[in-house]
């Protein structure tokens, strides 16, 4: 068994705050996937960092605190609510695949401006290359 991480080595592990950890347990989110020692502090396991990377994630879908408690308190239930946390993940990743789709559209479009203000800047420099029109 590897050796149970504090509060800061997840975070650091992570690239979030302490804070962000300590807030999640305070909203119910870690469940009971962190244990604490003999001195109270709080230990977590490959289970609680693998968690705690998918609260992480659900967050940067831009799903609010809400649905990820939502989302969490499901999860504790067990298979009862598999069908209901699938249709949660397949919402939020319709509306991911939706804002890649816009950042696509956006990225050719500042692409296109990119290239012809090189162009345009090019044409500047070199007047004698302009075509004469």
């Known amino acids: 068994m590897t050796e149970a991480l504090t509060v800061g080595q997840v975070a650091d592990r992570l690239g979030i705050s302490a804070h962000t950890l300590r807030y999640y347990e305070s909203e119910g989110l870690l469940g009971d996937v962190v244990a604490r ?46 069908a209901q946390r699938l249709a949660l993940i397949r919402q939020y990743q319709a509306l991911l695949d939706a804002d890649i789709e816009r950042l696509q559209q956006a990225r050719a479009m500042l692409s296109d401006k990119e290239i012809r203000y090189e162009q345009l800047l090019l044409e500047q420099q070199n007047p004698s290359n302009a075509p004469q029109h």
């Open 37 to 82: 020692n003999s001195q109270g502090h709080r230990r977590y396991s490959e289970q609680a960092v693998l968690w705690v990377r998918l609260l992480q994630c659900l967050r940067d879908t831009g799903m609010p605190i809400a649905e990820v408690k939502r989302f969490a308190d499901m999860a504790q239930q067990g298979l009862a609510t598999l």
